[in-house]
Nanobody, 118 residues
């Protein structure tokens, strides 16, 4: 059983920064792509950013230049550094990972709330 646990969410003013973390635990042989998604109230879940095992990154146009994804393979952890936050970034942020245990499966975390407001 693999578990993804996010942390680092909270309330921040517009223009502020937050750093999200997501740790994978359990029987893990390898982690392939890791990614962040978000879901705002009344909207569908959307892609934010992703990173391969070798560190190649990609991100949605809406966060380019403001958010940066990184990972620490030794710690089975992925990060999302969010700068210059806007009210429209308010959402529940979910971690996603492609993990090899005794088989290869895709996993989601439980989510962490990010609220950008005065």
């Amino acid at each position: 059983q693999v578990k993804l646990v996010e942390s680092g969410g909270g309330l921040v003013q517009p223009g502020g920064s937050l750093r999200l973390s997501c740790v994978a635990s359990g029987v893990i042989f390898s982690i392939y792509d890791m990614a962040w998604y978000r879901q705002a109230p009344g909207k569908q879940r959307e892609y934010v950013a992703s990173i391969t095992t070798n560190g190649h990154t990609n991100s949605a146009d809406s966060v380019k230049g403001r958010f940066a994804i990184s990972r620490d393979n030794a710690k089975n952890t992925v990060y999302l550094q969010m700068n210059t936050l806007k009210p429209e970034d308010t959402a529940v942020y979910y971690c996603n990972a492609d993990v090899l245990t005794y088989s290869r499966n895709n996993y989601w975390g439980q989510g962490t709330q990010v609220t950008v407001s005065t």
